[in-house]
């Protein structure tokens, strides 16, 4: 569960202070698939990467299980964004050198990659429906397929929480309507946490979870 305890976040640009979150209180459910909705500016990336501890709010608190993610230490931190939380974003952010199974193998490079963890990753490759493009470099991918070794590659790590930022952004809409196929079949498979920041109402069902942002608030 994530609790979102009157977080605010203010950015600086140049002079300029820009108030991008002005105080949001939710929750988030444990195993729940929640959008983040909202209007362009309206704060959900900012609120999605203080989720994943890839920045600090200015005030408030995020509490994951029971973990105050301002009160962590950086190497706490740390493991949470590499053990905890797997992302994937609307770029895919693959490296155009590296083929599928390396791609999703990134962030284990660091580390070392064993036999079985590259089994692990061929197998999701497969299970994202990628068995034929195992070799292929991203130029050699769809956008669909790039998006899918992302998802392949933040599930490597069987993360409790996925925080996706517009994931289908770059997508057409029939490949978008795949991606979330796959992301959704995933998420009931593993029962981890989803949180995905869209303009994009047209995936959602019922049962999830919405909050709908505007001006840097909660409206809903
Ligand atoms: N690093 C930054 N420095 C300065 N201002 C920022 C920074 N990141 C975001 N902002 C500003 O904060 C506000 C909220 O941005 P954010 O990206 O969270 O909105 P969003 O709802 O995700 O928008 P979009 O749907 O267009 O991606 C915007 O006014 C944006 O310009």
């Known amino acids: 569960m994530i609790e979102l305890q009157d977080v605010a976040k203010t950015h600086h640009r140049g002079e300029t202070a820009v108030h991008a979150l002005r105080g949001v209180t939710a929750t988030i459910p444990e195993g729940s698939f929640t959008f983040i909705l909202g209007p362009s500016g309206s704060g959900k990336s900012t609120l999605l990467y203080l989720m994943g501890a890839l920045d600090a709010p200015t005030a408030g608190d995020i509490v994951v299980d029971g973990h105050s993610i301002n009160e962590m230490p950086d190497s706490a931190k740390d493991s949470y964004r590499r053990d905890d939380v797997g992302f994937i974003f609307q770029s895919f952010n ?127």
């Not at 991918?141 to 590659?153: M, N, P, T, Y």
């Not at 991606?179 to 998420?187: A, E, I, M, P």
């Not at 989803?194 to 994009?200: A, E, G, I, L, Q």
């Open 94 to 220: 693959l490296l155009k050198n590296l083929n599928a199974v390396d791609n999703a193998l990134v962030p284990y490079l660091p580390r070392g990659v064993n036999g079985e963890l590259k089994s692990r990753a061929v197998e999701l490759l497969k299970r994202v429906g990628l068995e034929n493009r195992i070799d292929h470099t991203p130029n050699q991918l769809s956008g669909g397929e790039q998006q899918r070794v992302a998802i392949a590659r933040a599930l490597l790590k069987d993360p409790k929480l996925i925080l996706a930022d517009e994931p289908t952004g770059e997508l057409d809409s029939k490949t978008g309507a795949e991606v979330f196929g796959y992301l959704r079949d995933l998420h009931a498979e593993r029962k981890s946490t989803v949180v995905v920041v869209t303009h994009d109402q047209s995936h959602l069902t019922s049962g999830d979870t919405v909050l709908r942002m505007r001006d840097g608030r909660i409206e809903e």
